[in-house]
């Protein structure tokens, strides 16, 4: 049994392309957690929209046992981190199970901003941070201007950072040797109540919820009684275990350690991330302080296609809710789309990852409105008011001021991209605040509208920096702006599903492209379909999608029926997944055409 | 007492000179000599086996169709017809047409299809314009198709059928027009006009050219059906249309959903069962190789149509006709009565694609227009 001075708990820190997946998996190697055969492509990002995105959506973890210079062997508890600038709430969560982190940079491209902010988390939590440069087998590295920036941006010593080339395996040993040698042991004591911090919890259709801790205090068993401390309800512990990166059973988990508790717990709430986990007898009297709750940023009306999918759809709601704190919910209804759920996100990607998520794994037709978000209202009788959702805007004549929200967005970028970087923060409405030369990179700061940047900035900044520009942004503010609602009509009838809030001075310019991306989205019909944005009531743009001529085709069948019919029945059930608005059939790309006019502009 | 549903009987011939790369039909490029002999025999064998599914049955009408029919020689065809006549009871006034193709004419052959009792050709024409017909990969150009014509005329037919294709990659409306007014100055009692479509499993499917889009050919049939009409030739189904009198009536018969009987490799039948009235489609093997193998069990498929699904069998099929369909014809047909139909047909007539009585059901214009639509309202899901 390890005791605690020979346990690591650590997280690597590190911007997406980085390496951490290959820098992880180099990692299990070397310490056996899987033999060469089993070692499949980055194990650790076990869903499947995290590996076709190339990214790390939820915490995971892997024990390893490492066998250091000194002759001993440590347990080393690797609690992986999400890495896109949607998901920094949860990387404070999976900070909060360690005592240090490796700040991993690629030697060739520099620190970059998101980078910064999670090693700031890291190390306001009191972690041990220890730089390490990967990708230093690449011709382009630059380890010695890399080590620069670190020392100016981050501020935190670097010289002696470890030179790791992740891919080739160059560097490993040394870096596991300074990682057991710098990041200090876990305090706890096997002998206090058990208080274990719950870091993540998952639905298994098998196993009911499974739930990833960290151990502060005492040792918990299998078969053991436990309350959950935040319903103060009682289950009995039917399975522990570490991951390995397999999942493997253990008798017990002890202060200091890290891995799974299942304990039959068949309510989906019934083990929420942050909570504590002490024992049904002799349980500790506090909880450990849990997580600071997470605000969504963008919020977006989901309704299912067939209204028959809603209590199937609300079911995937909560089952994904259980792991992802940041979404949140609330029943909505619509005039033109029915009943559904107003749901809040940390951004757009995170907002595309549970909408592909109800889609694959919940198998639902959905259709998401426009994303917003939230704006703070003053209302001539003095009241104060906040709306997520534009149909909610009060009328004009009981508004006094409306404003919106402001960021503050940090941008490190080469130099080469400063000036599209300007360009493109002017054009998103924003103010600069900041412009500092470190190393071979500028760092910025911008005052923007968050609704210009949870949109689509992210990608655009991509875009003109050719992948090299990074962002951190955090709410600063509500600011009064001139802000309108923009009506969109089909038909001639209103429908509540696309109205948008928008920038008085933009609008006519948005309209426009509103109605002409919308008119490439709706199929032409057996009628002309009109479609129009409005503001008050006056109408600002108008685009008319042509009636089909005819739909029918001349074609010879003879006794064989069976391809026409195949035919028939496949575009029913296209239509299917269109949402019959009045008479008019719009798909689902439709509610979301407001993402595509800035798209077409980049 | 069930009505007597009428019987036609289908013959498919699977070869061709070369495959077209439009062509999704059971067809087959003949690389070696025709098999005439082995398969007639083959084809006589497939009948006897179908016997005891027709027993007492008259026929109404039978087509040879394919693939090439008019690759086998006359006395092949000749030897068919004696064989089923042998067997069956054949309407004195029988139509038997036979499918050709320009490029394979020869006038002492027609004669002889004459004699064998043919008394209806199909000419596959396709297209007047040469260039269209080189894209078509068709191995006949315009010159042939004429010759084609005359020579079935001087052959004895005085009743046979122009196919004509329109929608052809790179074709104008003024050149669909052009291959209308050829077909209708050589008189012919029919002209079947298709569009051409890109179907799976086909060359053009995988190297899809550019084809007019959706707005020209409405007007491709618009103005075509017009200048058919102006001529005499009345549409009375989507792609059909003839003189007074002239139609297909093989063709009728599968639209009036009549039951069919359907022999060679690849050929569909569809039958009703005068006791239970359950309807039976029956697919035979596709490849030519398989069907001639005396080993092998010639049907490849047979199912009952699901009750489910004979409202959308019974209008994909009957709504093709011009003329209103009646609900007795329903009755008789499928056993169904309008009321089974009530939910679609409200919607339809909200839609204005329909208008329905106590005895017919009618298409609007709108609802010819819209045909696809129509039908598709009657899939049950």
Redesign the interface.
Known sequence: MTTLDHIRNFSIIAHIDHGKSTLSDRLIQYCGGLSDREMEEQVLDSMDIERERGITIKAQSVTLNYKANDGDTYQLNFIDTPGHVDFSYEVSRSLSACEGALLVVDAAQGVEAQTVAVCYTAIEQGLEVIPVLNKIDLPQSEPERVINEIEDIIGIEAHDAIHVSAKQGVGIPELLDMLVTKVPAPVGDVNEPLQALIIDSWFDSYLGVVSLVRVKHGVLKAREKIKIMSTGKFHEVTKIGIFTPKASDTDALKAGEVGFVVASIKDIDGAPVGDTITHAKHGAEEALPGFQKVEPKVYAGLFPIDSDDYEDFREALAKLKLNDAALFYEPESSEALGFGFRCGFLGMLHMEIVQERLEREYNLALITTAPTVVYEIELTKGEIIHIDNPTKLPPVVNIKEIREPIVIANILVPQDYVGNIIKLCVEKRGVQINMLYVGGQVSMSYELPMNEVVLDFFDRLKSVSRGYASLDYHFDRFQAAKLVKLDVLINGEKVDALALIVDRDYAMQRGRSLTENMKELIPRQMFDVAIQAAIGGQIISRQTVKALRKNVTAKCYGGDVSRKRKLLEKQKKGKKRMKQVGRVEIPQEAFLAVLKIDKDKS | MQAIIPLSL?IHLPWCVSKCPYC??NSHGLKQALPEADYVAALIQDLEQDLPKIWGRRIDSIFF?GGTPSLFSAEGIDAILCAVRARLNVAPSIEITLEANPGTIEQQRFAGYRQAGVNRISLGIQSFNDAHLKTLGRIHGSKEALLAIETVRQAGFDNFNC?LMHALPQQSLAQALADLQQAIANKPPHI????L?L?PNTRFYQTPPTLPN??LV??M??QGRELLANHGYQQYE??AYSQPNKYCRHNLN?WKFGD?L?IGAG????LTCPNTGDIRRI?KVRHPKEYLNPEKNVIQKQDIIDKAQLP??FM??ALRLKQSLTWQLLKERTGLVKQDLAPSLNKLKQ?SLIEANDVTMTLTP?G??????V??EF?S?
């Open positions: 289908y999704d039909f169709g196919d079947s006009w298709y569009q479509t179907e959706e707005d409405a007007d049939q618009l989507v792609s599968y069919y359907g050929a569909h039948s569809k697919a959308f069998e994909l099929n839609l709108r010819h227009l819209f045909l696809d639509d039908v598709a899939i899901t």
